[in-house]
Every structure is written in C-alpha cells, then in structure tokens.
C-alpha cells in the first residue's frame, strides 16, 4: 500500500469517528461526512473497510446508528440493515 492511500484511510476513520460523535446533535454534519469519506476512498483507490461500510446508506449516503435511523435484521447467515431514512436495504455474512 502507497503512502498516500495509507493517509487517505486513515482520513477516511477520521471522517467516520466524526461521524459518530456529530450525528446527535448535527445529523447533516454526520452525512457530509460520510460524503467526504466516499470520496476520498474514489480519488485516492482506497476501498472502505468493512466495518465502516456497514456505518452508512450506499444509496442515500446517512450515517447510520442501530435504533435511531436504521434496524439490524438476522436471516440465517446474512445481516440485513435496513435504512430508516430511504429504506434501502443491504445484507452483509455474518
């Protein structure tokens, strides 16, 4: 791995710990965020790590925390999380 791709990720957990602590109060904030972070990781050939990806709608780009803006459903071997904001769902293995 490049030096600047190691900067970006570490960028990119930056972005999301931000994420994180703004989403309470600032839930926008959270959001532009989590924008930053994608387009970090196209510019720069970095991809998300999985645990970040599971943080986050692919489709209308929300930051997202289990119980306030999203559910957290088990079939069999798959996770399904299901944004509250667009419903767009996303199944990850367990």
Known sequence: MKIFQKIALERIY?????ADIEFEKHPERSRRYVELAREISKKNKVKIPK????????????FLKEGVNCAKYFDG?????VCGECGFSKAFAR
Do not use: D, W
């Not at 645990?51 to 929300?62: D, H, Q, R, S, Y």
């Open 14 to 18: 930056r972005l999301f710990e931000l």
């Open 51 to 62: 645990e970040l990806k599971k943080m986050f709608c692919k489709k209308c780009g929300a």
């Open 77 to 81: 071997n798959l996770v399904r999380i």
